[in-house]
């Protein structure tokens, strides 16, 4: 029964999250799901799933993640530059991946008209930031 209750408060604190005010270049971010890995990856292990939301223009600032990422485009086009490698444009229906802190140099949003919207997958332990500015 206490599963159950923690499971039914788990889902409406995640039904209620509001998007998040966004800055000039700042992405709307939406947490859809918190999910518990410890069972399967080992101790303290998250897996978070977020909406983002890029405004017509939009450009994110440098960052890393702690753990390792997997995005995909839901609309829109968006460049991503990551260390190590040249940027590339990915569109609706294409994914990336980021390895664990590895650092994601630029994010734009190609439309100057349209939003772009996203989908990132984040393995992390609990309680650290999901995201880290670049220093």
């Known amino acids: 029964m206490y599963r159950y209750c ?3 408060s788990l889902v409406v604190l995640l039904s209620t999250t509001a998007w998040l005010p966004a800055g ?3 992405p709307k ?3 859809l799901l918190r999910k518990d890995l ?7 292990m998250m897996l978070t799933v977020r909406e983002l939301e890029f405004a017509p223009g939009g450009v994110g600032e440098s960052h890393r993640h702690p753990g390792p990422v997997v995005v995909y485009v839901l609309s829109g086009s ?9 940027p590339k444009v990915f569109h609706a229906g294409e994914s990336f991946s980021e390895d664990a802190h590895q650092l994601h140099i630029s994010t734009r949003n190609m439309s100057k ?3 772009v919207r996203l989908l990132s ?5 609990k309680g650290e930031p999901l995201t880290q500015p670049a220093r």
């Open 6 to 8: 923690s499971f039914l």
């Open 24 to 26: 000039s270049d700042t």
């Open 29 to 31: 971010e939406h947490v």
């Open 38 to 44: 410890s069972s399967y990856a080992g101790s303290d």
């Open 78 to 86: 968006v460049e991503v530059h990551l260390s190590g490698q040249s």
């Open 113 to 115: 008209t349209k939003p």
């Open 121 to 125: 997958y984040i393995i992390s332990h």
